[in-house]
């Protein structure tokens, strides 16, 4: 059973996280408000959810729509809770994000991007997005490859077409690293990406701030090059169970 003990542990190692953030914003001379600490609630119940939602935390994230709908639809009474899709969506189900979602990290291809644009434009708000790359070059990676800088101006069409749809409101970039014990090992994907948001600014300015990259294991290495948004799950619930 969830109670005090296990919330008092989470708010711990929240607490933990935070300091890790401002130490990550102070030796780069950013400030801990322009990083946005995205809590991944996939597997977690939702009491866990709650007690990260009172102490202060209002982003979370999930993986599949599957288990992200039963959440939305219990913890609505929550105040200022932002949801975010992170994980891979079926094109198929692309009318099930329209509408549930704060922002989508995850428009990975040009098929899923025009059925989103499609379903954003029958009478709903812009979908906000982040269009996922694939900035290591490893094969087994989602979105859209953008490994080799110097093939940008030929790779990044699509995502200006992307950037293009009315029903879309693209503020950004995402990408995961690859896995490593290392932490410094994720940091030429996490420059690559700030670069390449600085490329597609000279083509399309004042779209590409929003960068989501870092995750439990790297997020310090990602704010220190640039990450607006980390994606925090273990660090803060602990191991699942």
């Known amino acids: 059973m969830h109670g005090a003990s296990q919330d008092r542990a989470i708010w711990d190692r929240l607490d933990q996280v935070r300091e890790r ?136 069409r699509e995502l200006v077409q992307v950037a293009g749809l009315q029903g879309l409101d693209v503020r950004g970039l995402m990408t995961m690293a690859p896995l490593s014990d290392d932490p410094e090992a994720s940091r030429p994907s996490f420059q690559r990406l700030s670069r390449l948001a600085e490329f597609l600014e000279g083509i399309l300015p004042g779209r590409w701030g929003e960068l989501s990259m870092g995750m439990t294991d790297d997020f310090e290495v990602a704010i220190e090059e640039g990450a607006t948004c980390v994606r925090i799950g273990r660090a803060i619930f602990g191991e699942a169970s």
Do not use: Y
């Open 21 to 156: 953030i401002e130490a990550a914003c102070a030796r780069c001379g950013r400030m801990p408000d322009q990083v946005r600490l995205l809590v991944v609630s996939k597997g977690r119940g939702l009491a866990a959810i709650r007690a990260v939602h009172e102490a202060g935390v209002r982003d979370f994230g999930e993986n599949r729509i599957e288990e992200a709908g039963p959440k939305i639809d219990g913890l609505r009474g929550l105040e200022g809770v932002r949801w975010h899709m992170i994980g891979h969506v079926q094109s198929r189900k692309a009318q099930s994000v329209v509408g549930q979602f704060f922002l989508i990290h995850s428009v990975d291809r040009m098929k899923l991007a025009t059925r989103l644009d499609r379903f954003a434009g029958l009478g709903q708000p812009r979908l906000a997005a982040l269009l996922e790359c694939n900035v290591s070059g490893e094969s087994t990676k989602e979105g859209w490859e953008q490994s080799e800088p110097t093939a940008w101006a030929e790779t990044t």
